[in-house]
């Protein structure tokens, strides 16, 4: 069993900047894959970045390639978003997800799931 708990969002300005916080509890979390996925109002929930739980692999949807990094922290079981040059269309709940092995591109395939955090930009 996995929870997952994110932190980080806000207001901010566009072209400035957030760091997104996904906490897990759980002995195995080095061995998740871990993911981030928004949804803004009115649209479904997309795909922004994952890494892997082996080597680290990342990957990132076209929209925030260049602006968003991913990184995880195994030994404090927390995995963040970087976000960078925020645009108005970044303006989404955020949420993070787990699942065992390997990256999936659709949120329905994560075993686990965050409550989300909201993240705001202004124009």
């Known amino acids: 069993q996995v929870q997952l708990v994110e932190s980080g969002g806000g207001l901010v300005q566009a072209g400035g900047s957030l760091r997104l916080s996904c906490v897990a509890s759980?002995?195995?979390?080095?061995?998740?894959?871990v993911a981030w996925f928004r949804q803004a109002p009115g649209k479904e929930r997309e795909f922004v970045a994952a890494?892997?739980?082996?080597?680290?692999?990342?990957y990132y949807a076209d929209s925030v390639k260049g602006r968003f990094t991913i990184s995880r922290d195994n030994a404090k079981s927390t995995v963040y978003l970087q976000m960078s040059s925020l645009k108005s269309e970044d303006t989404a709940i955020y949420y993070c997800?787990?699942?065992?092995?390997?990256?999936?591109?659709?949120?329905?395939?994560?075993?686990?799931r965050g409550q989300g955090t909201q993240v705001t930009v202004s124009s």
């Open positions: 997800a787990a699942r065992p092995i390997g990256v999936a591109y659709l949120d329905r395939y994560y075993s686990y």
């Open positions: 759980g002995r195995t979390f080095s061995s998740y894959t």
């Open positions: 890494v892997t739980q082996s080597v680290g692999s990342t």
